[in-house]
Protein backbone atom coordinates (compact mmCIF):
# COMPACT_ATOMS: atom_id res chain seq x y z
CA UNK A 1 0.00 0.00 0.00
CA UNK A 2 1.43 3.73 -0.74
CA UNK A 3 1.69 6.01 1.41
CA UNK A 4 -1.55 8.23 0.80
CA UNK A 5 -3.68 4.64 2.02
CA UNK A 6 -2.10 5.69 5.84
CA UNK A 7 -1.56 9.27 6.19
CA UNK A 8 -3.75 11.93 4.14
CA UNK A 9 -4.47 15.20 4.70
CA UNK A 10 -1.95 17.68 3.16
CA UNK A 11 -0.72 18.09 6.47
CA UNK A 12 -0.17 15.19 8.54
CA UNK A 13 2.54 12.53 8.93
CA UNK A 14 2.90 10.07 11.78
CA UNK A 15 5.02 8.22 13.96
CA UNK A 16 4.69 5.27 15.74
CA UNK A 17 6.02 3.87 18.84
CA UNK A 18 6.02 0.34 20.17
CA UNK A 19 6.49 1.09 23.89
CA UNK A 20 8.70 -0.99 25.56
CA UNK A 21 10.29 -3.51 22.79
CA UNK A 22 12.57 -1.78 20.70
CA UNK A 23 16.12 -1.16 21.40
CA UNK A 24 17.00 2.88 20.38
CA UNK A 25 15.68 4.45 18.26
CA UNK A 26 11.93 3.53 19.72
CA UNK A 27 10.50 5.89 17.34
CA UNK A 28 9.84 3.92 13.83
CA UNK A 29 8.98 6.78 10.93
CA UNK A 30 6.20 6.03 8.41
CA UNK A 31 6.96 7.43 5.46
CA UNK A 32 6.38 6.71 1.81
CA UNK A 33 9.69 4.50 1.45
CA UNK A 34 8.73 2.98 5.00
CA UNK A 35 5.04 2.50 3.85
CA UNK A 36 5.30 -1.53 3.22
CA UNK A 37 7.68 -1.99 6.65
CA UNK A 38 4.55 -0.22 9.02
CA UNK A 39 1.85 -1.67 11.03
CA UNK A 40 -1.14 -2.87 8.76
CA UNK A 41 -4.60 -2.61 9.57
CA UNK A 42 -6.79 -5.35 11.10
CA UNK A 43 -7.40 -7.25 7.36
CA UNK A 44 -3.66 -6.86 6.61
CA UNK A 45 -3.52 -4.05 4.67
CA UNK A 46 -3.82 0.29 5.28
CA UNK A 47 -7.83 1.21 6.29
CA UNK A 48 -8.42 3.57 3.09
CA UNK A 49 -8.75 6.63 3.99
CA UNK A 50 -11.84 7.37 2.69
CA UNK A 51 -13.59 4.50 4.30
CA UNK A 52 -16.21 5.17 6.94
CA UNK A 53 -15.38 5.02 10.54
CA UNK A 54 -17.24 2.86 12.81
CA UNK A 55 -19.73 4.67 15.04
CA UNK A 56 -18.24 5.41 18.75
CA UNK A 57 -18.52 2.53 20.73
CA UNK A 58 -21.03 3.17 23.82
CA UNK A 59 -19.10 4.10 27.00
CA UNK A 60 -19.54 0.66 28.52
CA UNK A 61 -17.90 -1.13 25.76
CA UNK A 62 -15.12 1.47 25.59
CA UNK A 63 -14.38 0.94 29.39
CA UNK A 64 -14.54 -2.45 29.19
CA UNK A 65 -11.83 -2.91 26.09
CA UNK A 66 -10.11 0.26 27.18
CA UNK A 67 -10.61 0.40 30.91
CA UNK A 68 -7.29 3.10 31.08
CA UNK A 69 -8.76 5.59 28.08
CA UNK A 70 -6.76 7.89 26.00
CA UNK A 71 -4.32 10.72 26.73
CA UNK A 72 -2.30 12.91 25.08
CA UNK A 73 1.12 14.85 25.80
CA UNK A 74 4.10 16.82 25.01
CA UNK A 75 2.30 19.07 22.40
CA UNK A 76 4.12 20.97 20.13
CA UNK A 77 3.59 23.43 16.96
CA UNK A 78 3.05 20.46 14.57
CA UNK A 79 2.63 17.23 16.77
CA UNK A 80 1.45 15.69 19.92
CA UNK A 81 1.69 12.51 20.86
CA UNK A 82 -1.47 10.00 21.22
CA UNK A 83 -1.69 7.18 24.17
CA UNK A 84 -3.92 4.53 24.87
CA UNK A 85 -4.20 0.63 25.91
CA UNK A 86 -5.99 -1.88 25.25
CA UNK A 87 -6.73 -4.85 27.65
CA UNK A 88 -6.91 -7.99 25.80
CA UNK A 89 -9.41 -10.17 27.74
CA UNK A 90 -11.46 -7.12 27.61
CA UNK A 91 -11.26 -7.04 23.65
CA UNK A 92 -11.41 -11.52 23.21
CA UNK A 93 -8.29 -12.01 23.23
CA UNK A 94 -5.66 -13.47 25.22
CA UNK A 95 -3.01 -11.69 26.58
CA UNK A 96 -0.32 -12.87 24.77
CA UNK A 97 -2.14 -11.90 21.45
CA UNK A 98 -0.61 -8.95 19.55
CA UNK A 99 -3.21 -7.44 17.26
CA UNK A 100 -3.36 -3.94 15.53
CA UNK A 101 -5.53 -0.78 17.09
CA UNK A 102 -6.64 1.60 14.29
CA UNK A 103 -6.48 5.46 15.24
CA UNK A 104 -7.84 8.90 13.46
CA UNK A 105 -7.15 12.25 14.19
CA UNK A 106 -9.24 14.80 13.01
CA UNK A 107 -9.71 18.91 13.31
CA UNK A 108 -13.71 18.34 14.39
CA UNK A 109 -15.35 16.35 17.30
CA UNK A 110 -17.26 14.69 14.44
CA UNK A 111 -14.10 12.78 13.13
CA UNK A 112 -15.52 14.16 9.60
CA UNK A 113 -12.67 16.39 9.03
CA UNK A 114 -9.39 13.60 9.20
CA UNK A 115 -5.95 14.63 9.23
CA UNK A 116 -4.14 11.00 10.46
CA UNK A 117 -5.87 7.91 10.41
CA UNK A 118 -3.40 4.55 10.20
CA UNK A 119 -2.98 1.01 12.54
CA UNK A 120 -0.45 0.05 15.15
CA UNK A 121 0.53 -3.05 16.69
CA UNK A 122 -0.53 -3.59 20.92
CA UNK A 123 1.50 -6.24 21.80
CA UNK A 124 1.68 -7.96 25.28
CA UNK A 125 5.43 -7.27 25.21
CA UNK A 126 4.16 -2.80 25.90
CA UNK A 127 1.24 -4.31 28.22
CA UNK A 128 -0.63 -3.77 24.89
CA UNK A 129 0.09 0.43 25.51
CA UNK A 130 0.36 2.54 22.18
CA UNK A 131 1.33 5.72 21.46
CA UNK A 132 1.08 7.23 18.14
CA UNK A 133 2.95 11.10 16.88
CA UNK A 134 0.81 12.55 14.77
CA UNK A 135 3.25 15.45 12.87
CA UNK A 136 2.23 18.60 10.34
CA UNK A 137 -0.52 19.32 12.77
CA UNK A 138 -1.48 23.20 12.53
CA UNK A 139 -0.28 25.33 15.59
CA UNK A 140 -1.93 26.15 18.81
CA UNK A 141 -5.87 24.51 17.59
CA UNK A 142 -7.64 21.59 19.08
CA UNK A 143 -7.75 18.04 17.52
CA UNK A 144 -9.69 15.23 18.33
CA UNK A 145 -8.50 11.50 18.05
CA UNK A 146 -9.82 8.08 19.04
CA UNK A 147 -8.66 4.57 19.09
CA UNK A 148 -10.50 1.31 17.71
CA UNK A 149 -9.32 -2.27 18.59
CA UNK A 150 -11.42 -4.87 16.95
CA UNK A 151 -14.90 -3.08 16.19
CA UNK A 152 -15.22 -1.14 19.34
CA UNK A 153 -13.42 2.27 19.93
CA UNK A 154 -12.66 4.62 22.30
CA UNK A 155 -14.51 7.77 23.59
CA UNK A 156 -13.33 11.03 21.33
CA UNK A 157 -10.62 12.58 22.92
CA UNK A 158 -9.68 16.27 22.25
CA UNK A 159 -6.05 17.42 22.47
CA UNK A 160 -4.44 21.48 21.70
CA UNK A 161 -1.24 21.69 19.78
CA UNK A 162 1.47 24.45 21.23
CA UNK A 163 1.40 27.65 19.85
CA UNK A 164 3.80 28.95 17.56
CA UNK A 165 7.29 30.35 18.53
CA UNK A 166 6.28 33.40 17.30
CA UNK A 167 2.58 33.91 18.54
CA UNK A 168 1.80 36.72 20.65
CA UNK A 169 -0.39 34.99 23.19
CA UNK A 170 -1.28 33.92 26.76
CA UNK A 171 -0.70 30.58 27.99
CA UNK A 172 -2.70 28.92 30.29
CA UNK A 173 -2.53 25.63 32.27
CA UNK A 174 -3.06 23.61 35.34
CA UNK A 175 -0.07 22.84 37.72
CA UNK A 176 -0.79 19.80 39.52
CA UNK A 177 1.61 16.80 41.28
CA UNK A 178 0.83 14.20 43.82
CA UNK A 179 -2.30 11.77 43.12
CA UNK A 180 -1.70 9.36 46.10
CA UNK A 181 -4.58 6.30 45.15
CA UNK A 182 -4.62 4.55 48.38
CA UNK A 183 -7.46 5.16 50.26
CA UNK A 184 -7.99 8.95 48.66
CA UNK A 185 -10.17 10.27 46.20
CA UNK A 186 -9.55 12.72 43.19
CA UNK A 187 -12.19 15.42 44.04
CA UNK A 188 -9.18 17.44 42.92
CA UNK A 189 -9.78 16.54 39.24
CA UNK A 190 -13.36 16.51 39.31
CA UNK A 191 -12.93 20.37 40.17
CA UNK A 192 -10.52 21.16 37.64
CA UNK A 193 -13.28 19.09 35.25
CA UNK A 194 -15.81 21.44 36.82
CA UNK A 195 -14.01 24.95 36.32
CA UNK A 196 -14.74 23.98 32.50
CA UNK A 197 -11.25 25.79 31.88
CA UNK A 198 -10.34 26.54 28.64
CA UNK A 199 -6.31 25.40 29.01
CA UNK A 200 -3.59 24.85 27.12
CA UNK A 201 -2.36 21.74 28.75
CA UNK A 202 -1.81 20.07 32.45
CA UNK A 203 1.63 20.56 34.04
CA UNK A 204 2.04 17.22 36.29
CA UNK A 205 5.33 17.43 38.19
CA UNK A 206 5.66 14.11 39.74
CA UNK A 207 4.02 10.81 41.47
CA UNK A 208 1.78 10.85 39.05
CA UNK A 209 1.56 7.04 40.81
CA UNK A 210 2.68 5.67 44.21
CA UNK A 211 4.65 2.52 44.03
CA UNK A 212 3.35 1.94 47.86
CA UNK A 213 0.29 0.20 48.16
CA UNK A 214 -0.14 0.29 52.38
CA UNK A 215 2.45 2.39 53.78
CA UNK A 216 1.00 3.66 57.39
CA UNK A 217 3.28 7.17 57.12
CA UNK A 218 1.16 8.62 54.88
CA UNK A 219 -1.63 6.35 52.99
CA UNK A 220 -5.26 5.34 54.09
CA UNK A 221 -6.76 2.28 53.10
CA UNK A 222 -10.29 2.18 52.11
CA UNK A 223 -12.38 -0.94 50.37
CA UNK A 224 -12.85 0.92 47.27
CA UNK A 225 -8.78 2.69 47.25
CA UNK A 226 -6.90 -0.29 47.22
CA UNK A 227 -3.67 -1.78 44.75
CA UNK A 228 -3.34 -5.16 44.61
CA UNK A 229 0.47 -6.27 43.30
CA UNK A 230 1.21 -9.32 41.37
CA UNK A 231 4.86 -9.61 43.02
CA UNK A 232 5.15 -6.65 45.94
CA UNK A 233 8.36 -6.38 48.13
CA UNK A 234 7.94 -5.93 52.05
CA UNK A 235 9.93 -2.67 52.70
CA UNK A 236 9.10 -2.74 56.09
CA UNK A 237 11.85 -2.88 58.43
CA UNK A 238 10.17 -5.89 60.98
CA UNK A 239 9.49 -7.67 57.58
CA UNK A 240 5.60 -8.26 58.67
CA UNK A 241 3.75 -7.20 55.31
CA UNK A 242 3.07 -3.45 56.71
CA UNK A 243 4.82 -2.01 53.87
CA UNK A 244 4.24 -3.12 50.22
CA UNK A 245 5.80 -1.58 47.74
CA UNK A 246 6.00 -2.31 44.11
CA UNK A 247 9.55 -4.14 42.68
CA UNK A 248 8.90 -6.05 39.12
CA UNK A 249 7.52 -4.69 36.01
CA UNK A 250 4.35 -6.62 36.33
CA UNK A 251 4.34 -4.47 39.54
CA UNK A 252 4.50 -0.98 38.27
CA UNK A 253 2.56 -1.66 35.45
CA UNK A 254 -0.53 -2.75 37.94
CA UNK A 255 0.16 0.33 39.60
CA UNK A 256 -0.59 2.80 36.28
CA UNK A 257 -3.19 0.78 35.33
CA UNK A 258 -5.21 0.85 38.62
CA UNK A 259 -4.51 4.86 38.41
CA UNK A 260 -5.32 5.27 34.78
CA UNK A 261 -8.83 3.36 35.22
CA UNK A 262 -9.79 6.13 37.75
CA UNK A 263 -12.50 7.85 35.62
CA UNK A 264 -12.14 10.94 36.65
CA UNK A 265 -8.33 11.17 36.03
CA UNK A 266 -9.60 9.30 32.96
CA UNK A 267 -11.55 12.21 31.90
CA UNK A 268 -8.65 15.20 32.50
CA UNK A 269 -6.70 12.97 30.24
CA UNK A 270 -9.44 12.96 27.62
CA UNK A 271 -9.93 16.67 27.59
CA UNK A 272 -6.40 17.88 28.19
CA UNK A 273 -2.54 17.22 27.01
CA UNK A 274 -0.06 16.72 29.65
CA UNK A 275 3.32 17.90 30.28
CA UNK A 276 4.87 15.70 32.85
CA UNK A 277 7.39 14.92 34.76
CA UNK A 278 8.42 12.04 37.61
CA UNK A 279 9.28 12.77 40.97
CA UNK A 280 10.50 9.87 43.44
CA UNK A 281 7.60 7.86 43.72
CA UNK A 282 7.71 6.83 39.79
CA UNK A 283 10.39 4.41 41.42
CA UNK A 284 10.64 4.82 45.41
CA UNK A 285 10.02 7.12 48.32
CA UNK A 286 12.71 9.47 48.45
CA UNK A 287 15.02 7.56 46.06
CA UNK A 288 18.24 8.49 44.45
CA UNK A 289 19.60 7.04 41.13
CA UNK A 290 19.10 3.57 41.64
CA UNK A 291 18.24 3.39 45.67
CA UNK A 292 15.32 3.67 47.45
CA UNK A 293 15.33 4.40 51.03
CA UNK A 294 12.74 2.36 51.88
CA UNK A 295 15.15 0.62 54.96
CA UNK A 296 16.71 4.40 56.11
CA UNK A 297 19.83 1.91 55.42
CA UNK A 298 19.08 -0.65 57.72
CA UNK A 299 19.28 -4.43 56.96
CA UNK A 300 16.10 -5.91 58.17
CA UNK A 301 18.07 -9.51 58.21
CA UNK A 302 21.90 -8.74 59.73
CA UNK A 303 20.76 -5.42 61.43
CA UNK A 304 23.75 -3.82 59.49
CA UNK A 305 23.53 -0.85 57.30
CA UNK A 306 23.22 -1.46 54.00
CA UNK A 307 22.82 0.03 50.65
CA UNK A 308 19.62 -0.20 48.87
CA UNK A 309 20.42 -0.12 45.02
CA UNK A 310 18.45 -2.00 42.99
CA UNK A 311 19.27 -1.39 39.14
CA UNK A 312 16.85 -4.07 37.72
CA UNK A 313 13.32 -2.42 40.01
CA UNK A 314 14.77 1.13 38.98
CA UNK A 315 14.76 -0.35 35.40
CA UNK A 316 11.42 -1.66 35.78
CA UNK A 317 9.79 1.37 37.41
CA UNK A 318 11.28 3.17 33.96
CA UNK A 319 9.87 0.99 31.40
CA UNK A 320 6.53 1.01 33.07
CA UNK A 321 6.69 4.57 32.79
CA UNK A 322 7.39 4.37 29.07
CA UNK A 323 4.60 2.90 28.42
CA UNK A 324 2.02 4.23 30.41
CA UNK A 325 3.21 8.15 30.18
CA UNK A 326 2.76 10.24 27.27
CA UNK A 327 6.33 11.84 27.27
CA UNK A 328 7.29 12.21 23.81
CA UNK A 329 11.20 10.98 24.59
CA UNK A 330 12.68 7.93 23.30
CA UNK A 331 13.22 4.95 25.81
CA UNK A 332 15.67 2.15 24.55
CA UNK A 333 15.33 -1.17 26.75
CA UNK A 334 18.65 -2.62 25.96
CA UNK A 335 20.52 0.09 27.71
CA UNK A 336 20.95 -0.22 31.43
CA UNK A 337 20.06 2.50 33.78
CA UNK A 338 20.51 5.68 33.35
CA UNK A 339 20.94 5.42 29.46
CA UNK A 340 17.74 4.03 29.12
CA UNK A 341 15.24 6.75 29.19
CA UNK A 342 16.24 10.62 29.02
CA UNK A 343 13.15 12.87 30.23
CA UNK A 344 14.20 16.33 30.67
CA UNK A 345 13.33 18.62 27.69
CA UNK A 346 12.35 21.93 26.85
CA UNK A 347 8.98 22.67 25.62
CA UNK A 348 8.28 26.18 23.82
CA UNK A 349 4.70 27.74 24.21
CA UNK A 350 4.28 30.77 21.91
CA UNK A 351 6.56 34.03 22.59
CA UNK A 352 6.04 34.53 26.58
CA UNK A 353 6.48 30.95 27.55
CA UNK A 354 9.72 28.46 27.53
CA UNK A 355 9.19 25.32 29.61
CA UNK A 356 11.64 23.29 30.65
CA UNK A 357 11.16 20.00 32.13
CA UNK A 358 13.92 18.58 34.49
CA UNK A 359 14.78 15.16 36.32
CA UNK A 360 15.55 15.40 39.74
CA UNK A 361 15.61 12.06 40.09
CA UNK A 362 17.80 9.99 37.84
CA UNK A 363 21.44 11.85 38.30
CA UNK A 364 21.60 13.27 41.56
CA UNK A 365 23.77 12.44 44.78
CA UNK A 366 22.83 10.56 47.63
CA UNK A 367 21.70 12.34 50.91
CA UNK A 368 24.51 14.03 52.32
CA UNK A 369 23.29 12.99 55.90
CA UNK A 370 22.97 9.04 56.31
CA UNK A 371 19.96 7.30 58.01
CA UNK A 372 21.48 4.90 59.54
CA UNK A 373 23.84 6.41 62.60
CA UNK A 374 22.78 8.65 65.29
CA UNK A 375 24.97 12.18 64.41
CA UNK A 376 23.83 15.09 67.05
CA UNK A 377 25.84 17.55 65.15
CA UNK A 378 22.83 17.69 62.50
CA UNK A 379 20.68 16.97 65.13
CA UNK A 380 20.31 13.24 64.26
CA UNK A 381 19.10 12.06 67.45
CA UNK A 382 17.34 8.59 66.71
CA UNK A 383 19.03 5.24 64.36
CA UNK A 384 18.03 4.36 61.18
CA UNK A 385 16.00 7.32 60.16
CA UNK A 386 14.97 10.15 58.14
CA UNK A 387 14.75 12.42 60.88
CA UNK A 388 17.68 14.23 60.91
CA UNK A 389 18.80 12.93 57.85
CA UNK A 390 16.47 14.13 55.46
CA UNK A 391 13.89 16.26 57.62
CA UNK A 392 14.54 18.45 60.06
CA UNK A 393 18.23 18.86 59.73
CA UNK A 394 20.19 21.51 61.98
CA UNK A 395 21.74 23.96 59.34
CA UNK A 396 24.39 25.33 60.66
CA UNK A 397 25.92 21.73 60.70
CA UNK A 398 24.74 20.84 57.29
CA UNK A 399 25.62 24.15 55.34
CA UNK A 400 29.08 23.55 56.80
CA UNK A 401 29.35 19.99 55.34
CA UNK A 402 27.33 20.74 52.08
CA UNK A 403 29.34 23.58 51.46
CA UNK A 404 32.71 20.85 51.24
CA UNK A 405 30.37 18.05 49.55
CA UNK A 406 28.43 20.30 46.77
CA UNK A 407 26.50 16.64 46.24
CA UNK A 408 25.01 17.48 43.10
CA UNK A 409 20.45 17.05 42.23
CA UNK A 410 20.56 17.38 38.52
CA UNK A 411 24.08 15.61 37.35
CA UNK A 412 26.54 17.43 35.49
CA UNK A 413 25.18 17.16 32.30
CA UNK A 414 21.65 18.10 32.81
CA UNK A 415 22.62 21.22 34.42
CA UNK A 416 25.05 22.39 31.80
CA UNK A 417 21.66 21.54 29.64
CA UNK A 418 19.59 23.84 31.20
CA UNK A 419 21.54 26.50 32.20
CA UNK A 420 22.72 26.52 28.18
CA UNK A 421 18.92 26.51 27.18
CA UNK A 422 17.34 28.83 29.96
CA UNK A 423 20.52 31.33 29.46
CA UNK A 424 19.31 31.51 25.91
CA UNK A 425 15.84 31.24 26.00
CA UNK A 426 14.18 34.53 23.92
CA UNK A 427 10.72 33.63 25.80
CA UNK A 428 8.99 35.89 28.07
CA UNK A 429 9.15 33.76 30.81
CA UNK A 430 11.56 31.09 31.69
CA UNK A 431 9.17 27.92 33.45
CA UNK A 432 10.92 25.57 35.19
CA UNK A 433 9.13 22.53 35.76
CA UNK A 434 10.88 21.71 38.83
CA UNK A 435 10.05 18.47 41.30
CA UNK A 436 11.11 19.58 44.09
CA UNK A 437 11.12 22.84 46.37
CA UNK A 438 13.97 25.24 45.21
CA UNK A 439 13.50 28.23 47.89
CA UNK A 440 15.29 27.75 51.20
CA UNK A 441 12.90 26.52 53.92
CA UNK A 442 14.40 26.27 57.07
CA UNK A 443 12.72 26.78 60.71
CA UNK A 444 13.63 28.46 63.83
CA UNK A 445 12.88 25.40 66.09
CA UNK A 446 13.49 27.62 68.92
CA UNK A 447 10.27 29.49 67.99
CA UNK A 448 8.24 26.86 68.56
CA UNK A 449 6.03 26.05 71.53
CA UNK A 450 7.42 23.80 74.56
CA UNK A 451 10.72 23.17 72.40
CA UNK A 452 13.90 21.34 74.34
CA UNK A 453 16.74 22.91 75.29
CA UNK A 454 19.08 20.94 72.49
CA UNK A 455 16.60 21.98 69.66
CA UNK A 456 17.18 25.83 69.93
CA UNK A 457 18.55 25.64 66.17
CA UNK A 458 17.33 26.64 62.46
CA UNK A 459 16.49 23.52 60.56
CA UNK A 460 15.90 22.85 57.22
CA UNK A 461 12.75 21.21 56.87
CA UNK A 462 13.27 19.11 53.83
CA UNK A 463 17.12 18.00 52.93
CA UNK A 464 15.65 16.29 50.03
CA UNK A 465 14.47 18.94 48.16
CA UNK A 466 16.78 21.88 46.74
CA UNK A 467 18.03 23.08 50.05
CA UNK A 468 20.06 19.45 50.40
CA UNK A 469 21.84 20.58 47.65
CA UNK A 470 21.86 24.31 48.29
CA UNK A 471 25.52 25.13 46.62
CA UNK A 472 24.13 23.43 43.31
CA UNK A 473 20.96 25.66 43.38
CA UNK A 474 23.79 28.89 43.89
CA UNK A 475 25.67 27.93 41.27
CA UNK A 476 22.16 27.46 38.78
CA UNK A 477 20.55 30.87 40.15
CA UNK A 478 23.81 32.58 39.71
CA UNK A 479 24.29 31.36 36.59
CA UNK A 480 21.21 32.76 35.72
CA UNK A 481 21.71 36.28 36.94
CA UNK A 482 25.23 36.87 35.45
CA UNK A 483 23.57 36.27 31.89
CA UNK A 484 20.52 38.86 33.01
CA UNK A 485 18.14 36.02 33.01
CA UNK A 486 14.45 38.09 32.81
CA UNK A 487 11.27 36.51 34.31
CA UNK A 488 12.14 33.02 35.87
CA UNK A 489 9.25 31.36 37.53
CA UNK A 490 9.81 27.77 39.02
CA UNK A 491 6.87 25.85 39.43
CA UNK A 492 6.92 22.78 41.63
CA UNK A 493 5.44 20.01 43.29
CA UNK A 494 6.40 16.84 45.79
CA UNK A 495 5.68 18.72 49.25
CA UNK A 496 1.94 18.79 49.57
CA UNK A 497 1.38 22.19 50.27
CA UNK A 498 0.48 25.51 48.54
CA UNK A 499 3.33 27.41 49.18
CA UNK A 500 4.88 30.88 46.65
CA UNK A 501 8.14 31.97 47.47
CA UNK A 502 10.89 34.84 45.59
CA UNK A 503 14.10 33.50 45.13
CA UNK A 504 17.68 34.15 45.86
CA UNK A 505 21.03 32.49 44.85
CA UNK A 506 22.01 33.17 49.00
CA UNK A 507 19.03 33.05 51.08
CA UNK A 508 20.87 34.13 54.33
CA UNK A 509 21.89 37.23 52.44
CA UNK A 510 19.41 37.74 49.88
CA UNK A 511 20.16 40.91 47.07
CA UNK A 512 18.54 43.42 46.65
CA UNK A 513 16.20 41.87 44.21
CA UNK A 514 14.79 38.21 43.88
CA UNK A 515 16.58 36.49 40.85
CA UNK A 516 12.85 34.64 39.98
CA UNK A 517 9.84 33.59 41.96
CA UNK A 518 8.75 29.90 42.95
CA UNK A 519 5.02 28.26 43.09
CA UNK A 520 3.92 25.18 44.70
CA UNK A 521 1.24 23.03 44.40
CA UNK A 522 -0.24 20.72 46.62
CA UNK A 523 -1.07 17.32 46.23
CA UNK A 524 -3.95 16.18 43.95
CA UNK A 525 -4.96 13.80 46.61
CA UNK A 526 -1.86 13.51 48.57
CA UNK A 527 -1.45 13.57 52.47
CA UNK A 528 -0.50 16.88 53.22
CA UNK A 529 3.03 18.16 54.24
CA UNK A 530 1.16 19.04 57.84
CA UNK A 531 -0.69 15.40 58.14
CA UNK A 532 3.29 14.12 57.00
CA UNK A 533 5.21 15.52 59.44
CA UNK A 534 3.03 14.24 62.02
CA UNK A 535 3.83 11.23 61.39
CA UNK A 536 7.41 11.77 61.21
CA UNK A 537 7.62 13.94 63.96
CA UNK A 538 5.23 12.37 67.05
CA UNK A 539 5.74 10.32 69.65
CA UNK A 540 9.00 11.15 69.97
CA UNK A 541 11.69 14.00 70.95
CA UNK A 542 10.29 16.00 68.35
CA UNK A 543 7.28 15.75 69.77
CA UNK A 544 7.03 19.48 69.46
CA UNK A 545 7.05 19.98 65.94
CA UNK A 546 3.97 17.71 65.16
CA UNK A 547 1.93 19.81 67.80
CA UNK A 548 3.60 23.00 66.29
CA UNK A 549 2.35 22.25 62.71
CA UNK A 550 -0.88 20.71 64.21
CA UNK A 551 -1.42 24.21 65.43
CA UNK A 552 -0.69 25.65 62.37
CA UNK A 553 3.29 26.33 60.95
CA UNK A 554 2.28 28.70 58.55
CA UNK A 555 3.26 31.47 60.53
CA UNK A 556 6.36 30.09 62.17
CA UNK A 557 7.59 29.16 58.77
CA UNK A 558 6.98 32.77 56.81
CA UNK A 559 8.72 34.24 60.37
CA UNK A 560 11.46 31.89 59.73
CA UNK A 561 11.76 32.49 55.63
CA UNK A 562 11.36 35.90 55.32
CA UNK A 563 11.69 35.74 51.08
CA UNK A 564 7.81 32.75 51.50
CA UNK A 565 4.80 35.07 50.34
CA UNK A 566 2.35 32.44 50.75
CA UNK A 567 2.12 29.08 53.44
CA UNK A 568 -0.99 26.67 53.73
CA UNK A 569 0.85 23.57 54.65
CA UNK A 570 -1.97 21.40 54.89
CA UNK A 571 -3.86 22.00 51.53
CA UNK A 572 -5.16 19.52 48.59
CA UNK A 573 -5.77 20.81 45.27
CA UNK A 574 -4.10 22.01 42.41
CA UNK A 575 -3.17 25.86 40.91
CA UNK A 576 -4.49 27.72 37.55
CA UNK A 577 -1.74 29.49 36.00
CA UNK A 578 -2.17 31.97 33.70
CA UNK A 579 0.96 33.25 31.92
CA UNK A 580 0.26 36.89 29.72
CA UNK A 581 2.99 38.86 28.45
CA UNK A 582 3.33 40.94 31.19
CA UNK A 583 1.98 39.15 34.08
CA UNK A 584 1.34 35.83 35.87
CA UNK A 585 -1.16 34.93 37.69
CA UNK A 586 -2.01 31.91 39.99
CA UNK A 587 -4.87 30.55 41.76
CA UNK A 588 -4.55 28.35 44.44
CA UNK A 589 -7.77 26.06 44.49
CA UNK A 590 -7.80 24.18 47.59
CA UNK A 591 -9.87 21.13 48.23
CA UNK A 592 -10.61 19.68 51.65
CA UNK A 593 -10.40 16.16 53.12
CA UNK A 594 -9.23 13.60 49.68
CA UNK A 595 -10.09 10.68 52.43
CA UNK A 596 -13.90 11.56 52.39
CA UNK A 597 -15.75 10.11 49.75
CA UNK A 598 -17.37 14.16 48.95
CA UNK A 599 -15.22 17.17 48.84
CA UNK A 600 -15.75 20.34 47.48
CA UNK A 601 -13.36 23.77 46.95
CA UNK A 602 -12.74 25.11 50.67
CA UNK A 603 -10.43 28.48 49.04
CA UNK A 604 -9.41 29.84 46.17
CA UNK A 605 -6.15 32.18 46.91
CA UNK A 606 -4.58 34.61 43.91
CA UNK A 607 -1.42 35.81 43.36
CA UNK A 608 0.64 37.60 40.63
CA UNK A 609 4.15 38.12 39.87
CA UNK A 610 4.24 41.27 37.30
CA UNK A 611 6.74 41.27 34.82
CA UNK A 612 10.68 42.84 35.16
CA UNK A 613 9.66 42.13 38.71
CA UNK A 614 10.71 38.75 40.77
CA UNK A 615 8.29 39.34 43.24
CA UNK A 616 4.79 37.78 44.08
CA UNK A 617 1.68 39.64 45.49
CA UNK A 618 -1.53 38.59 46.74
CA UNK A 619 -4.23 40.06 44.65
FE1 LIG B 1 4.15 13.37 46.55
Known amino acids: MK ?25 TAVDDDAGTSGPDGPDGGRPEASAALTPTSSPEDSDRVFPQGLASGDPRPDRVLLWSRVDPKGAGKAESDSFDLGFVVATDEALTNVVARGTVPATADSDHTVRVVPTGLEPGRFYYYRFEALGTTTRVARTKTAPAAD ?139 TDEKNTPRRMAANRAFSEFQVVDVTYDSKATFPNDITIYRSIRYGKHVDLFMTDQRSYRADHLIPEGPTDLLVGKVTKNTSVGSRYFVRKSEFDKRETKAKPSLLGASQKAWLIDAVTKSTATWKVWGNEVQMYQMALELGTLPNVPAFFTYTAYVNCDQWDGYRSERAEILSAFTKANVENLLVCTGDIHAFFASELHVDFDAPGPKPVGVEYVTAGISSASLQALVNNLTGGGSLQFIADSFLNGADAALKESNPHMRYSDSNAYGFALMEIQKDKVEATFVQLGDPREPTSTIVDRVKLTTLAGTNTIQLV
Open 3 to 27: RRDFLFGSLASVFYIACGSSSSPAT
Open 167 to 305: ADVPVKFAMCACQDYIGRYYHSWQALLDEKADLDFVLYLGDFIYESVNDPRFQSSGDDRTITLPDGMDTSAAQDGSRIAAKTLADYRAVYKAYRADPTLREVCRLYPFILTWDDHEFADDCWQDHSTSFNELDPVTKGF
